[in-house]
């Protein structure tokens, strides 16, 4: 995928990560090309995992228990979007065989999955899934240069319009006085050169994209709660409030309005979510660090256009 140049705007919406194909459920183990990457796969959710983040993984699935008995004695090291194994605890007498293992883990890199070597497991669960992989590596620049002279002519230009529109950005969220946003500070400490730097930032991203979406959860949960804690007081007084609710003791109104919330939480809500997975899958397919920038670029101009239209609409009904 070619970069864009700067004079243009990307429409971050319209785009979407590279997917693998269906998975045929019933098709026999294949043997893997030769002299091939083969790696052990871990699915993990919609939670994009970034390059350099560190992550603990409690394991208790007896297909991953196999899994991670297979690193201890076969000398495999990454899972998935790569994980390298740090340290790993075994836990089953202090969890009654509950979990089995706490794994730490160090994201090196990233890898495109080229085949599935034995999809039918996936539905029978008796071990787990094992691909031929590729390893990912940025073109382009020296890594974690920062020097002009260091990098392609389009370089300078791309981060100080990437750096130029996070300060615009983090401006508006302080004028607008948004319940999330970044500091101030930050601006001075926004690093984007190629290697840790810049997935630094995008893991700070990420962040705000959860932080920003758990706001929404909690604002629309709002006029609910109000309702719901005007009647608990009402049947039981302050000081009976319980710890925890049965909806089905709940009356029928009540009941009907969590019904409706769930339903709108799930239509306003989950497009997001899956959008800010989308966006992040997105920066992780990279092969470029410009083309990364560009599209970084792109989620901040689409978060400040947002705040940009509340901003102006907050003005016209303030007339």
């Not at 693998?20 to 030769?34: F, G, R, V, W």
């Not at 699915?43 to 970034?50: K, R």
């Not at 899934?129 to 002279?149: C, F, H, N, Q, W």
Request: one cysteine or more; hydrophobic letters at 40%.
């Amino acid at each position: 995928m070619e970069s864009c140049s700067l004079s243009m705007s990307l429409d971050i919406d319209e785009m979407e990560p590279e997917w693998l194909p269906m998975m045929d459920l019933q098709a026999s183990d294949i043997e893997a090309s030769p002299n091939a990457t083969v790696l052990p796969l871990f699915p993990l959710g919609s939670f994009v995992y970034t390059p350099h983040s560190e992550h603990r993984l409690n394991i208790f699935e007896p297909r991953y228990r196999a899994l991670y008995n297979d690193i201890l004695f076969s000398g495999f090291a990454a899972v998935a979007s790569v994980f390298y194994l740090k340290d790993l605890k075994e836990v089953s007498a202090a969890t009654n065989d509950a979990v089995k293992y706490i794994c730490d883990h160090e994201v090196i890199g990233r890898i495109r999955i080229k085949k599935v070597l034995n999809p039918k497991v996936w539905e029978d669960r008796s071990t787990y899934l094992k691909v031929e992989a590729e390893y990912i590596e940025d073109k382009e620049e020296p890594e974690g240069s920062t020097r002009l002279a260091d990098m392609p002519d389009s370089m300078p230009e791309l981060e100080k319009k990437l750096v130029l529109t996070y300060n615009d950005l983090v401006q508006l969220q302080h004028e607008m006085n948004e319940d999330v946003k970044f500091t101030k500070e930050s601006v001075d400490k926004f690093k984007i050169a190629k290697g840790q730097e810049v997935w630094s930032a995008v893991e700070m991203w990420q962040v705000f994209q959860q932080q920003r979406l758990l706001a929404r959860q909690q604002e629309m949960q709002k006029e609910f709660q109000a309702k719901l804690l005007a009647y608990l007081i009402k049947e039981k007084g302050m000081g009976g409030l319980p710890n925890a609710i049965d909806i089905n003791e709940l009356p029928a109104n009540l009941q009907q309005e969590v019904r409706s919330l769930q339903a709108r939480m799930q239509d306003d809500l989950q497009p997001l979510a899956e959008r800010d997975m989308m966006d992040m899958q997105l920066l992780i397919e990279c092969d470029s660090h410009s083309r990364r920038l560009e599209l970084m670029d792109a989620m901040l101009t689409k978060e400040r256009k947002r705040l940009e239209t509340k901003k102006t609409l907050k003005s016209l009904f303030n007339k």
